[in-house]
DNA sequence: TAGATTGTTAATCGATTAACAATC
DNA sequence: TAGATTGTTAATCGATTAACAATC
């Protein structure tokens, strides 16, 4: 099976920004919404946002703009989260914590599902629901429960190993709070979360004329 | 003052991602990188690399490849992180949490000196060192700290409001943990954080040819 | 000297924007 | 019909890559 054109990177990247503001114009009961209004939004050009659609069908009216439901619906189908996908998270230390009961996966496609953590002072623990298991049975469990996608917060040491583990178990999507640089074959997808990463990006730019 | 020549965001972002790798590196009692070298490790091609640092300055060797100490401590200025920026955290559930007692900031160029919240029960608690303070003192406090970079853990339906209030504190630089595109004027900086985002740029991904 | 790698230029590639016919 | 906004084409803009002289 073949795609008849390639999306790049960074379209796909920009479809998950698009569905979230268009969620949230529906929780303000708008019912319509122009490739104006969601740039302005977004801060993204009105151009760009059709440019970025148009890619996957059309879904505007000439004249009127896009159904919010509708267009909401068809970025789920291409985003594959019209449906709810299992999720593993390994480490359980305040990051894990923070994922585990975070509230904002719940109707946007996810959940957690397993916890593994390998300090033995945790195994056995409860967050929320979940029991935390020994990173031992990683592979039997995430095999066993058909998990496709981890978030992996454990410290940077053994980011790499844990991941290598995770890939073996059949794990293809990887969202990574540690610091470091992960090698994957192709075929699995990694994304990257680290505050202190985020943080440097922005002090470039707090040059002194704003210290005054 | 003026710079001489503007260097795009784009490569401004992918400067943190090399001081990450390098300082690494150094761990890894190693001396001397070539640009190559860097490049596998980041999955950027090392011309990428040499044309980013080329704009910043001649940080090499021909033939030899970068010092790393030198070019950590280069990268460092540029970014600025050659110093500690304090930090204002506001909101002290898990994620604020969590972001406390994280220890990656230490020797990245930031720590965190004021933690706010608006909910009476968690107001004069303590999260590690310090005190929860008053969402109602921000103003205030962070004026008096002369804090210019602060990290946004609220809930999604207050944050736009929290961080207009940050912005009249003077702060410049914004970590933005609520799922909500923030208006803010020029001259102030937001970067964004959101895990369900992260994911929903993998699933598209995760086409049938993985599930059998 | 021979080998390696930088810094930089020119060529390529890809993404964004502007503009407008089509049409609701 | 008049006004508005899409989907799309062509033009512009910017980023990446390839290649190589310079040089350690």
Redesign the pocket.
């Known amino acids: 099976m073949m795609q008849s054109k390639t999306i790049?990177d960074?379209?796909i990247g920009r479809m998950p920004l698009y569905l979230r503001a268009l969620q949230r114009m529906l929780n303000e009961q708008r019912q319509i919404a122009?490739?104006?209004e969601l740039g302005k939004r977004l801060g993204i050009?009105?151009?760009?946002i059709?440019?970025d659609?148009?890619q996957f069908g059309?879904?505007?009216?000439?004249?009127?703009?896009?159904h919010i439901d509708y267009l909401v619906n068809k970025i789920q189908e291409i985003l594959q989260v019209d449906r709810v996908w299992d999720v593993a998270l390994v480490g359980a230390g305040d990051m894990g914590h923070a994922l585990a009961s975070y509230q904002g996966f719940n109707h946007r496609g996810f959940q957690i599902k397993l916890i593994f953590d390998n300090d033995p002072e945790k195994l056995g623990s409860y967050i929320g629901d979940y029991k935390v298991m020994d990173i031992a049975d990683m592979n039997e469990e995430i095999h066993k429960a058909g998990i496709k996608i981890a978030m992996l917060a454990v410290p940077a040491a053994g980011a790499q190993e844990v991941a290598n583990r995770l890939i073996k178990a059949g794990i293809k999507a990887v969202l990574n709070y540690a610091p470091v640089n992960l090698k994957v074959p192709v075929g699995v997808y990694v994304q990257y979360i680290d505050p202190a990463i985020h943080l440097q990006r922005m002090t470039y730019y707090l040059k002194s004329e704003n210290d005054l």
């Open positions: 790049s960074i379209v122009s490739s104006q050009s009105a151009a760009q059709r440019k659609l148009s059309e879904f505007g009216k000439q004249g009127t703009g896009y």
